[in-house]
Antibody, heavy 119, light 108 residues
Framework: EVQLVDSGGGFVQPGGSLRLSCAAS????????MTWVRQAPGKGLEWVAN????????HYVESGKGRFTISRDNAKNAVYLQMNSLRAEDTAVYYC????????????WGQGTLVTVSS | DIQMTQSPSTLSASVGDRVTITCRAS??????LAWYQQKPGKAPKLLIS???TLESGVPSRFSGGGSGTEFTLTISSLQPDDFATYYC??????????FGGGTKVEIK
């Protein structure tokens, strides 16, 4: 059974940093692109970043460029999102998800981890 | 960037109703479109990929259609478990991958 478990969220002041983690199990992790998607309170879904199997490609939402870094550890079956210079508008539930082989849509999702940026 | 627009934003319907949600893309995404269902406090769940391919385990009352810039998600006979918010997502061109704003299906 595919499982994705998100963690690392919390309360942080503007300008602060946070590192999110996603632990994967139930599939061959190194074979898949992985992604982060976020959802601000009461709002819709927003794609944040994705990463290729061997980390040779990484892509970011425009608002995250220069502040967010996606990475993965195929030995630990984990994907990470390092978030720096956090802003109030980064407040959201962050989900990791597995990207489908057939295209960049999202087959399986973690339960999400809440990031709150506030002074 | 490809903008995705869903309509309506809210839909009130009764159990047994046939409901249709529309998703429009600002430029053609051919058939590279997915639909998700999200319930309050839960992660989204993939329903349909490639515009009309039903995921394993998804009830057959759900169907997807369309191509190019206009797509639909239809629930043929609404069930109590279907009251949720639905999102479309294009994966034709990225970055960025983009979602529609969502359609909340409420009980009438």
């Amino acid at each position: 059974e595919v499982q994705l478990v998100d963690s690392g969220g919390g309360f942080v002041q503007p300008g602060g940093s946070l590192r999110l983690s996603c632990a994967a199990s139930g599939f061959t992790f190194r074979d898949y692109w992985m992604t982060w998607v976020r959802q601000a309170p009461g709002k819709g879904l927003e794609w944040v970043a994705n990463i290729k199997q061997d980390e040779s490609e990484k892509h970011y939402v425009e608002s995250g460029k220069g502040r967010f870094t996606i990475s993965r550890d195929n030995a630990k079956n984990a994907v990470y999102l390092q978030m720096n210079s956090l802003r109030a508008e980064d407040t959201a539930v962050y989900y990791c998800a597995r990207v489908a082989w057939e295209g960049h849509y999202f087959e399986y999702w973690g339960q999400g981890t809440l990031v709150t940026v506030s002074s | 960037d490809i903008q995705m627009t869903q309509s309506p934003s809210t839909l009130s319907a009764s159990v047994g109703d046939r409901v249709t949600i529309t998703c429009r893309a600002s430029q053609s995404v051919t058939r590279w479109l997915a639909w998700y269902q999200q319930k309050p406090g839960k992660a989204p769940k993939l329903l349909i990929s490639k515009a009309s391919t039903l995921e394993s385990g998804v009830p057959s009352r759900f169907s997807g259609g369309g191509s190019g810039t206009e797509f639909t998600l239809t629930i043929s006979s609404l069930q109590p478990d279907d009251f949720a918010t639905y999102y479309c997502q294009q994966y034709d061109s990225y970055p960025p991958l983009t979602f529609g704003g969502g359609t909340k299906v409420e009980i009438k």
